[in-house]
T-cell receptor
Framework: NAGVTQTPKFQVLKTGQSMTLQCAQD?????MSWYRQDPGMGLRLIHY???????DQGEVPNGYNVSRSTTEDFPLRLLSAAPSQTSVYFC??????????????FGSGTQLSVL | SQQGEEDPQALSIQEGENATMNCSYK?????LQWYRQNSGRGLVHLIL?????REKHSGRLRVTLDTSKKSSSLLITASRAADTASYFC????????????FGPGTRLSVLP
């Protein structure tokens, strides 16, 4: 099993550019999420999805869009990149029924720099 | 403000010693989990403890949970250089839509 696959691993953008971070999982997980990790701040939830066609905002959603057209894929779109979005981004998934002890499976991350 | 906070922020020990990390949280939880992150990698699940449990073991890991104090501890016994990593606690609190909320982590260095 590939688990959770994120692409690209590294990306450099100029301010104002747009891009999409890809995330795919092959475990038939219903729950998928995007986090950003900044030094000293842990992981902060950007957006999440509890199933195909359903998305919702997390703690820091501004400047990001998501969609969930299939169970497997959960892309994160930066509409107009800003230096404040320089961070490491992680996609994570789990089986459904949050609150019942389902563990998260993480991708290997995307290191994004916005100049 | 963050739901979970780990303490200490950084910990350095000798190989063979025990390492203890603490996590405090603010609101009622269903479960608390601990994750490890090696440098430059994604997080890996270590252990889960449910709100009605007080202690749990997995190999060299021991986790305790005190819901009255809203705190948890992770003990790694007989540490090895390979245990060098950052450790995060995560809670799925009802106040946060039952999403996973992570603390800032403890950076553990195990010296050979």
């Amino acid at each position: 099993n590939a688990g959770v696959t994120q692409t690209p691993k590294f990306q450099v953008l100029k301010t104002g550019q747009s891009m999409t971070l890809q995330c795919a999982q092959d475990m038939n997980h219903e729950y998928m999420s995007w986090y950003r990790q900044d030094p000293g701040m842990g992981l902060r939830l950007i957006h999440y999805s509890v199933g195909a066609g359903i998305t919702d905002q997390g703690e820091v959603p501004n400047g990001y869009n998501v969609s969930r057209s299939t169970t497997e894929d959960f892309p994160l779109r930066l509409l107009s990149a800003a230096p404040s979005q320089t961070s490491v981004y992680f996609c994570a998934s789990s089986y459904t029924n949050r609150g019942k002890g389902e563990k998260l499976f993480f991708g290997s991350g995307t290191q994004l720099s916005v100049l | 403000s963050q739901q979970g906070e780990e303490d200490p922020q950084a910990l350095s020990i000798q190989e063979g010693e025990n390492a203890t990390m603490n996590c405090s949280y603010k609101t009622s939880i269903n479960n608390l989990q601990w994750y490890r992150q090696n440098s430059g990698r994604g997080l890996v699940h270590l252990i889960l403890i449910r709100s009605n449990e007080r202690e749990k073991h997995s190999g060299r890991l021991r986790v305790t949970l005190d819901t009255s104090k809203k705190s948890s501890s992770l003990l790694i016994t007989a540490s090895r250089a390979a245990d060098t990593a950052s450790y995060f606690c995560a809670t799925d609190a009802k106040d946060y839509g039952q999403n996973f909320v992570f603390g800032p982590g403890t950076r553990l260095s195990v010296l050979p």
